[in-house]
T-cell receptor, first 111, second 112 residues
Framework: SQKIEQNSEALNIQEGKTATLTCNYT??????LQWYRQDPGRGPVFLLL?????KEKRKERLKVTFDTTLKQSLFHITASQPADSATYLC??????????FGQGTRLTINP | NAGVTQTPKFRILKIGQSMTLQCAQD?????MYWYRQDPGMGLKLIYY???????DKGEVPNGYNVSRSTTEDFPLRLELAAPSQTSVYFC???????????FGPGTRLTVL
């Protein structure tokens, strides 16, 4: 069956460093993949979308890579700030208008 | 634009009761979705709709029903509530199959 795994439930990073989050998927080949941010008690907010023919996508301090051979996406936040602390969800497209969400990685940036 | 709105914000139900979670969007999006999120877990798709009059099951549809009579509204109906339906429910909408999804603030439901 299709499976999505995000690395570790929680990640603690020192302010100013680069945070790297991993999303691995198995048993299917998504045409694209999205990343969302979720703050406690709030709905997810869209950050980036990357397609299977794109190796890398950037938006300000965010960078996403998509390796269809490894079946993996990496999400980087450079020059991290305490305000970046949140849970980050990856969502590969499953087909038939559906995204499938990973369980999320809770990121904490320590001052 | 209000975006995606959900009511109520919180609700406590007794086992066997029924209720409707309301969801509305003012962005003229064709695609709408209902998810549930259990503590520490990702979002599970309950039902989705690609336009008025068209709905389809997601990963966890049992115990729920939906309707889509207008583009704006996508209510989720719980019949015979069970403790396993205790969760946070999110509604989302999108302008296209591949597009970003806009989420509502969520409804926190407890079934006792």
């Amino acid at each position: 069956s299709q499976k999505i795994e995000q690395n570790s439930e929680a990640l603690n990073i020192q302010e100013g460093k680069t945070a790297t989050l991993t999303c691995n998927y198995t048993n299917y080949s998504p045409a694209y993949l999205q990343w969302y941010r979720q703050d406690p008690g709030r709905g997810p907010v869209f950050l980036l979308l990357i397609r299977e023919n794109e190796k890398e996508k950037r938006k300000e301090r965010l960078k996403v890579t998509f390796d269809t051979t490894l079946k993996q996406s990496l999400f980087h936040i450079t020059a991290s700030q305490p305000a970046d602390s949140a849970t980050y969800l990856c969502a590969p497209f499953q087909g038939a208008q559906k995204l499938v969400f990973g369980q999320g990685t809770r990121l904490t940036i320590n001052p | 634009n209000a975006g995606v709105t959900q009511t109520p914000k919180f609700r406590i139900l007794k086992i066997g009761q029924s209720m409707t979670l309301q969801c509305a969007q003012d962005m003229n999006h064709n695609y709408m979705y209902w998810y549930r999120q259990d503590p520490g877990m990702g979002l599970k798709l309950i039902y989705y709709s690609v336009g008025a009059g068209i709905t389809d099951k997601g990963e966890v549809p049992n115990g729920y029903n939906v309707s889509r009579s207008t583009t704006e509204d996508f209510p989720l109906r719980l019949e015979l509530a069970a403790p396993s339906q205790t969760s946070v429910y999110f509604c989302a909408s999108s302008s296209s199959q591949a597009g970003e999804q806009f989420f509502g603030p969520g409804t926190r439901l407890t079934v006792l």
